[in-house]
């Protein structure tokens, strides 16, 4: 599986970004998908995941209220639609697919990643 990251941008806060994470190999739309970001300086975290039916999601608590992750299997991509988002928010943010269905909000779970997209929020 091979992920593409983009959508990612310059974006005052309280403005809103949607990224896309697409993905190549059969076996994608059997793949749960998670978003995670890193900061300068900061270690990699969790921002949000949806399974390969997209019955479940999870999303990290600075994410709750503001973001909303999907998926188009046909498409073979999985969105992030970020609203309300703060200068906090900034960072690369990288999705990344697991084999199996499961969700988890563990980095070192994740089998493939994309290769990151920039998201910059101004005050």
């Known amino acids: 599986v091979q992920l593409q990251a983009s959508g990612g941008g310059l974006v005052q806060a309280g403005g809103c970004l949607r990224l896309?994470?697409?993905?190549?190999?059969?076996?994608?739309?059997?793949?749960?998908i998670s978003w995670f970001r890193q900061a300068p300086g900061k270690e990699r975290e969790f921002v949000s995941a949806?399974?390969?039916?997209?019955?479940?999601?999870d999303y990290a608590d600075s994410a709750k209220g503001r973001f909303t992750i999907s998926r188009d299997n046909a498409k073979n991509t999985v969105y992030l639609q970020m609203n309300s988002l703060k200068p906090e928010d900034t960072a690369v943010y990288y999705c990344?697919?697991?084999?199996?269905?499961?969700?988890?909000?563990?980095?070192?779970?994740?089998?493939?990643w994309g290769q990151g997209t920039q998201v910059t929020v101004s005050s």
């Open positions: 990344a697919a697991r084999i199996g269905s499961t969700i988890t909000t563990i980095a070192g779970y994740y089998d493939y």
């Open positions: 896309s994470c697409v993905g190549s190999g059969r076996t994608f739309s059997r793949n749960a």
């Open positions: 949806i399974s390969w039916s997209a019955g479940s999601t």
